[in-house]
């Protein structure tokens, strides 16, 4: 399993978060397919935005890096309220078995 951290922020003109993030949580549960291998999901406030680490399984660090990334990116582009929004970074941290 592979912990990827991502950041997702506001754009310029956008300073609130759009849910709380026991809301994002949810919403990362209900937008993961049963492919991107995702164990578990944590998300905090983060300066201009939020901080989510993902534990996933995957083959190895790059593919757990990007499933991470297209599933941030499918939340932000299904999501309406977070219109604006971008995935600033995706970086896997570690691998735990």
């Known amino acids: 399993m592979y912990a990827v951290v991502a950041v997702i922020k506001a754009g310029s003109d956008l300073r609130r978060m759009p849910v709380d993030t026991s809301s994002l ?3 990362f549960w209900a937008h993961a397919q049963e492919s991107d291998g995702l ?4 998300v905090a406030h983060a300066v201009d935005g939020v901080s989510v680490a ?4 995957a083959r190895d660090r ?3 890096a990007a499933t991470a990334l297209v599933l941030c990116w499918r939340l932000v582009v299904a999501v309406p309220s977070f219109a604006g ?6 970086l896997v941290h570690g691998a735990r078995r």
């Open 25 to 27: 949580t949810d919403a």
């Open 39 to 42: 164990e578990h999901v944590r």
């Open 54 to 57: 993902l534990f996933m399984t």
């Open 62 to 64: 790059t593919e757990a």
């Open 85 to 90: 929004w971008y995935v600033e970074s995706c």
